[in-house]
């Protein structure tokens, strides 16, 4: 058995090892350089943590008076400063040369609990091992790997991975005919199709589940939702503006539900910049001081996905229209070939901003999230 070091944990700095330079002025030089020094030669490395340089030696008794009376501010203020200029270039949209290969590998229909009904698709790629989703609402919208025959597969095969016609029933035996459903598809198949409304959806644990008022992704993924199943008879005189224009939108919509937290950083990530945040950050400097790009998404997937679904150029040259404030995020959906024409942008508004503060979110942080999203992010809210 090997001996131990009479020494503890190799985690605790030298305790017998008095600074060995004369003045008292050496300290604060021998942290700048932050190299070469005894102490620091045997004190093992540190994470590499952004705010250890704001808690390290500077601010010993007798050091400089007017280091500042917030020191975290004061790194906050540096280091945000000498990477703003890093952080402009974050802005376009990261575009796959080439699309990854998807596969919607199971759909099921899901009624909503406010009566509408979607089909969740869920799907496999050749990215990444997360399961992205589609969620689907209306029947014209259909995945084309979903329908493919499968070899030596059986009608009930079919039906149990969700590639049916129709509704499911007990008794059905085919995934071809619903009987019940035949004559209203044929009366739908005489109206004009309309582009589907689509929206790109990034997973926000905080925002969706946990009542985040950080952010406003559980507000925006309800609005989408409740957009696309806006029943037609239902755009009366009470419904709001932005849903009149939505009339003729028989063809249904999309969310392209996305497994990307926290803007593709990670859960982990995200509230280590939640921290930040309250200590003073913006969103944007958040991550960039994590030393994550404002925004680490990627939309290849999207397009893949709504290609898959039938909404590519390629069959679809009337295109779709987008919901998102972000104008990026339209170049970035249509793929490096213009896979997929966006015909028209949709604005989100938030629903505080629209109701005068009647509904919504209700928490004074949004409006900074909502602000950086302006200036920073190059978002249009209106
Ligand atoms: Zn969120």
Same mark, same amino acid.
Request: proline share 8%; glycine share 8%; net charge negative.
């Given at each position: 058995m090997a001996d131990l070091p009479a020494h503890a944990s190799p985690k605790l700095p030298p305790q017998s090892h008095p600074p060995t330079s004369s003045g008292p002025d050496a300290l604060p030089d021998d942290a700048s350089q932050g190299s070469g020094i005894t102490t620091g030669q045997q004190t093992p490395a540190l994470p590499n943590s952004l705010l250890s340089p704001a808690f390290t030696p500077p601010a010993t008794p007798g050091g400089t008076l007017n280091l500042t009376s917030n020191p975290t501010k004061a790194l906050h203020e540096s280091q945000a400063a000498s990477i703003r200029h890093q952080g402009e270039h974050t802005k376009a949209p990261k575009l796959l040369s080439q699309l990854p290969q998807v596969e919607c590998i199971v759909r099921a229909r899901i009624p909503t609990t406010n009566g509408a009904e979607m089909f969740l698709h869920l799907y496999h790629n050749d990215m990444d091992n997360k399961e992205h989703l589609a969620i689907v609402f209306g029947n014209k919208i259909r995945s084309q790997s979903l329908d493919r025959v499968y070899p030596g597969e059986t009608e009930m095969d079919r039906m149990i991975r969700g590639a049916y016609v129709g509704k499911l029933h007990p008794g059905r035996v085919s995934s071809w005919f619903d009987d019940e459903k035949n004559a209203e598809s044929q009366s739908e198949g005489q109206t004009k199709v309309e582009p589907p409304l689509v929206r790109i959806h990034s997973e926000c644990y905080t925002g969706e589940t946990a009542w985040s008022a950080r952010c406003d992704c559980g507000e925006q993924l309800d609005e989408a939702a409740r957009l696309m199943s806006f $029943?037609?008879? %239902?755009? @009366? @005189? %009470?419904? $709001?503006p932005e849903a009149q224009s939505l009339r003729s939108h028989s063809a249904g919509g999309v969310i392209i539900y996305l497994r990307q937290e926290g803007r593709g950083i990670g859960l982990g990530e995200k509230l280590k910049a939640y921290n930040l945040q309250d200590l003073g950050s913006d969103t944007v400097e958040a991550n960039l001081l994590l030393r994550h790009p404002a925004d680490a998404r990627s939309y290849g997937l999207a397009t893949a996905m709504l290609m898959d679904l039938g909404c590519g150029a390629d069959v679809n040259p009337d295109g779709v229209r987008l919901l998102t404030n972000n104008p990026d995020k339209v170049r970035a959906i249509e793929g490096p070939n213009r896979e997929v024409l966006v015909k028209e942008r949709v604005p989100m508004i938030p629903l505080a901003w629209r109701t005068g503060g009647q509904r919504g979110i209700k928490s004074s942080e949004i409006e900074g999230y909502l602000k950086t999203k302006i200036s920073k992010m190059g978002h249009m809210i209106q």
């Amino acid at each position: 058995m090997a001996d131990l070091p009479a020494h503890a944990s190799p985690k605790l700095p030298p305790q017998s090892h008095p600074p060995t330079s004369s003045g008292p002025d050496a300290l604060p030089d021998d942290a700048s350089q932050g190299s070469g020094i005894t102490t620091g030669q045997q004190t093992p490395a540190l994470p590499n943590s952004l705010l250890s340089p704001a808690f390290t030696p500077p601010a010993t008794p007798g050091g400089t008076l007017n280091l500042t009376s917030n020191p975290t501010k004061a790194l906050h203020e540096s280091q945000a400063a000498s990477i703003r200029h890093q952080g402009e270039h974050t802005k376009a949209p990261k575009l796959l040369s080439q699309l990854p290969q998807v596969e919607c590998i199971v759909r099921a229909r899901i009624p909503t609990t406010n009566g509408a009904e979607m089909f969740l698709h869920l799907y496999h790629n050749d990215m990444d091992n997360k399961e992205h989703l589609a969620i689907v609402f209306g029947n014209k919208i259909r995945s084309q790997s979903l329908d493919r025959v499968y070899p030596g597969e059986t009608e009930m095969d079919r039906m149990i991975r969700g590639a049916y016609v129709g509704k499911l029933h007990p008794g059905r035996v085919s995934s071809w005919f619903d009987d019940e459903k035949n004559a209203e598809s044929q009366s739908e198949g005489q109206t004009k199709v309309e582009p589907p409304l689509v929206r790109i959806h990034s997973e926000c644990y905080t925002g969706e589940t946990a009542w985040s008022a950080r952010c406003d992704c559980g507000e925006q993924l309800d609005e989408a939702a409740r957009l696309m199943s806006f $029943p037609v008879e %239902d755009l @009366s @005189s %009470d419904a $709001p503006p932005e849903a009149q224009s939505l009339r003729s939108h028989s063809a249904g919509g999309v969310i392209i539900y996305l497994r990307q937290e926290g803007r593709g950083i990670g859960l982990g990530e995200k509230l280590k910049a939640y921290n930040l945040q309250d200590l003073g950050s913006d969103t944007v400097e958040a991550n960039l001081l994590l030393r994550h790009p404002a925004d680490a998404r990627s939309y290849g997937l999207a397009t893949a996905m709504l290609m898959d679904l039938g909404c590519g150029a390629d069959v679809n040259p009337d295109g779709v229209r987008l919901l998102t404030n972000n104008p990026d995020k339209v170049r970035a959906i249509e793929g490096p070939n213009r896979e997929v024409l966006v015909k028209e942008r949709v604005p989100m508004i938030p629903l505080a901003w629209r109701t005068g503060g009647q509904r919504g979110i209700k928490s004074s942080e949004i409006e900074g999230y909502l602000k950086t999203k302006i200036s920073k992010m190059g978002h249009m809210i209106q």
